[in-house]
Each structure stands twice: as structure tokens, then as C-alpha cells.
């Protein structure tokens, strides 16, 4: 727009904006928090995999002293 020009207001959306908005903040909200337990979910068996990854599969593979990385995979 060039400096000077008005801007026309904008109108609500027909049959009821308000309600529209509050079921779209609804279920808005209700996706977030569905993201965030997924996340929780996907962080948790990230967690676990490194953790048996560390205690089980890297002594099985190195020589010598395994008790750090037991330790290691038990934290």
C-alpha cells in the first residue's frame, strides 16, 4: 500500500466469529498438547536407546574395563 491510503476494516466471519475462534483456540490448544506428549514419548525412548546402547552394546564391542560404561548407560 502507498503512505496514505486507508485500510478497510475486516469484517468477522459470518455466522458467528466468536464462537468459531473459542472452538479454534480449543482445539488449538488440544493439538499442542497432543505435540508435546509426542514429544515427551519421542525424547523418552531416545533416552532409553542411548542408555542400552552405552551399558549393553559398546563393552560388548570395546576391551578392556566395561564398568564406566555401564554406569554410563544406567544414568
Known amino acids: 500500500m502507498a503512505a496514505g491510503e486507508d485500510q478497510q476494516p475486516v469484517a468477522p466471519p459470518a455466522g458467528g466469529g466468536a464462537r468459531a475462534e473459542v472452538a479454534d483456540a480449543t482445539r488449538r490448544t488440544h493439538?499442542?498438547?497432543?505435540?508435546?506428549?509426542?514429544?515427551?514419548w519421542r525424547t523418552g525412548l531416545t533416552a532409553l536407546t542411548v542408555g542400552i546402547g552405552a551399558g549393553k552394546i559398546v563393552p560388548a564391542?570395546?576391551?578392556?574395563?566395561?564398568?564406566?560404561?555401564?554406569?554410563a548407560g544406567a544414568g
Open 61 to 71: 564391542l570395546t576391551k578392556g574395563t566395561t564398568w564406566p560404561y555401564t554406569i
Open 31 to 40: 493439538l499442542a498438547s497432543e505435540r508435546t506428549y509426542l514429544a515427551w
